[in-house]
C-alpha cells in the first residue's frame, strides 16, 4: 500500500530534521591522519582496477568505509597542501598568492602565529595530538647572530642550533603535544635532521653524498639533494621509522591517558622522490621499485589497522587517508613506460599542475559503527575540508574567522547527505605557480593559460596536448563530456567562464570560501 502524501512529506521533514540537529554520541573519535605524498588517484587499486600492483590493505579500508572519487589536494605541490590541511585554508591566505616548497632551512612557517591550526582545535576538545614524518610548511632557523637563514642546499651549516630551539614555529608551538618530524621531505631535501618537540637532538654537520644510497632500477634515487645530514640520520627506512614513532603515541597515550581521545598524524615520504622501499619490501610487486614503495606504504595502513584492533580501540577510531597532490612528473613517464600504469589514473597532467592530474587524489575515510560500509561518493572535496569535517566529528563549533576554506563532509561521511545535495557548490584549488582553479559542479575553470606547473618539453612533450584556444587568457572545461581537459571553451561558453571569473573574485575579495555559521554535527554525552 503506498503512504498518504502527509506521512511522505512527515518522513521527508523528520529526515531534514536529522540532518539539522545534532548527534549525540557516547564520546568524540580517537582520530589518525594518514597524509601521504606525491600520490596520484591511479595508484591504488580501489581506483585504478588496471594498476600495476594491488593494494589490498587501502581496498579493505574503502570497502569498510568510503571512498572520494573527486576528491582535491588544495595545491599541487607539498608545502601549500600541508598549510592547508592544518589550517583548513587555501595558501593564499598566509601568502596572499602561492607558495613554493621550503628546502633547507626554509621559513618562517606558513602556519603563522595566531592561526587556529588543527592540533590546536582538538586539544581545546581534550585531545592529545601527535605528528610524526613530514612537516614541511616552513620554520624559523637562526645563524650564530639569530638572523634568521632562508632555504638552500648550503645555508644548514650556518645554523645555531642553540639559538634556534625549541622551534618557535614548529608543531609543539602549533598545536601538537608530541612530535617527531623532518623540516622538509624527508629524502630529499637538503637539511636532514629529526626534529623532536621543537629539539634537534642531532645536527646536521656533515655533508650528504648520495651515492651511499641505494639506486634501484638505476635511475630511482633521483631527487636525493646532497645537501647537510645528521649523523645516523635514515633515508631508507624512513616512514618504517615515523611508523614506529605514531604506534609508541598511541601505545603510551592508551596507557597514560585512556580517558582522553587522540590525534595521531603520519605524513609519509611514499611516494615521493627518491623511491627507496625498505628491504623488507624491495622486490615485492612486479611494478618495481615505485610499485613496492606504495606497497611499502600499503601495508603500513594494514599494521596500523591491525593496531587499532589489537588496542580494542578500532571501532572508536576514525582514520582519513589523504594525499598531498598528484604523482610526480618523471614518476609518472617512468611508471607508464616500464609499468603500463598511470599513476594519476588517465587524467590530464600530473604534480604541479592545475589540471585534474596534478589535484585529483585519493580521500579514504573508514570508522567502524560510524562510516557505512562500502560507500563510494562522487562529492566534492578539498583537503581543507578535513578540518571542518573533524570540528564536526569533536562537536567543536569553528569561529567565523578559522578555516575560512573548509565544507563539514561529515554528513555525506556518516551517509546522511546524498551525492544529489553537493555539499560543495564550488571548489578552489591552486596550482604550483599559485594561480587558481575553480569548480562548480560540472564546469572547471582555470585563471591562467597552460598547466600553471609543468613545461611540457623534454621527457613530458609527448603529453602535450594541442591548445583549441592558444589566445584565450584562460581555460574552461566541462569536465562531464570532457574529463580529459582538452577542448577549451573558454570563448564558445562566454556565459559561463563570466559566471565562474565573478564568483572566483568574489570569493576571494569576502575572504573567504566556506560558509559562515558552522555548526558541529555531533555533540557528546561523555568525555
Known sequence: MKKPALSRLAAALLALAALALPALAAKPPNIVIVYTDDLGLGDLSCYNPKAAYRTPNLDRMAAEGIRFTDAHSASTICSPSRYSLFSGQQIYRST???????????????????????????????????????????????????????????????????????????????????????????????????IENGMVPVPADRKHDSSTLPNPGGKWRWDNDEGWVAPGYEFVKADLLFYDKMSSFITKHRTEHPDRPFLAVLSTQVAHAPVLPAPEFAGATKAGPRGDFVHQLDVLVGRLIELLKQSGIDQETLILFHADNGAETRHVVW????????????????????????????????????????????????????????????GFTLPDEAAVDSFDLLPVLLGKQADDQPVRPHLLTQSFQGQFQIRQGQWKYLDHKGSGGNKYEGDLARFALPESEPDAPGQLYDLAKDPGETTNLYFKEEVKRKELQALLKKLKEDGRSAPRDRKPLLTFTGP
Open 335 to 394: 611508471m607508464r613506460e616500464d609499468h603500463n600504469h598511470d599513476p594519476v589514473g588517465g587524467w590530464r597532467g600530473m604534480k604541479r599542475d592545475g589540471w585534474e592530474g596534478g589535484h585529483r587524489v585519493p580521500f579514504i575515510a573508514r570508522w567502524p559503527g560510524k562510516i557505512p560500509p562500502g560507500h563510494v561518493t562522487i562529492q566534492m572535496m578539498n583537503t581543507t575540508d578535513i578540518f571542518a569535517t573533524l570540528a564536526s566529528a569533536t
Open 96 to 194: 596572499g598568492g602561492g607558495g613554493g616548497a621550503f628546502e633547507g632551512p626554509g621559513g618562517p612557517s606558513y602556519l603563522k602565529s595566531g592561526t587556529l591550526t588543527l592540533g590546536d582545535m582538538l586539544r581545546k576538545q581534550g585531545y592529545r595530538t601527535g605528528i610524526f614524518g613530514k612537516w614541511h610548511v616552513g620554520l624559523t632557523w637562526l645563524d650564530k647572530d639569530g638572523k634568521p637563514l632562508r632555504g638552500g642546499f648550503e645555508t644548514p651549516r650556518l645554523i645555531d642550533y642553540e639559538k634556534s630551539t625549541p622551534l618557535i614555529d614548529g608543531p609543539n608551538a602549533r598545536g601538537f603535544d608530541e612530535s617527531f618530524i623532518t623540516p622538509n621531505c624527508p629524502c630529499t631535501d637538503p637539511l636532514y635532521v629529526y
